[in-house]
Nanobody, 113 residues
Framework: VQLQASGGGLVQPGGSLRLSCTASGFRSINVLGWYRQAPEKQRELVAVVTSGVRKNYADSVKGRFTVSRDHAKNAVYLQMNSLEPEDTAIYYC?????????WGQGTQVTVSS
């Protein structure tokens, strides 16, 4: 079972990034999405797709971030626009099915001028 994430990096405030995550060896996923953890803070939900269609967002990213899922590729994407310094964190891909959950290795997103 593996979640392979990519797309992080350094971007200026107001810029955009797109994160990608592909799940392998993990079937019947009913929750797929993204969490993040900033320095000295707890890990928090960013955006997830549940039951294939419902999308849940953290209040802090609503209107700026868009999560999408490709069932055929077993992948999830996070389009992040209007990035703010407060979005700086390690972003983790997350997947859950009826038997358990798995985390990806994390990708660093840094928003700074």
């Amino acid at each position: 079972v593996q979640l392979q994430a990519s797309g992080g990096g350094l971007v200026q405030p107001g810029g955009s990034l797109r994160l990608s995550c592909t799940a392998s060896g993990f079937r019947s996923i009913n929750v797929l999405g993204w969490y993040r953890q900033a320095p000295e803070k707890q890990r928090e939900l960013v955006a997830v797709v549940t039951s294939g269609v419902r999308k849940n967002y953290a209040d802090s990213v609503k209107g700026r971030f868009t999560v999408s899922r490709d069932h055929a590729k077993n992948a999830v994407y996070l389009q992040m626009n209007s990035l703010e310094p407060e979005d700086t964190a390690i972003y983790y891909c997350y997947a859950r099915n009826a038997w358990g959950a798995v985390w990806g290795q994390g990708t660093q997103v840094t928003v700074s001028s």
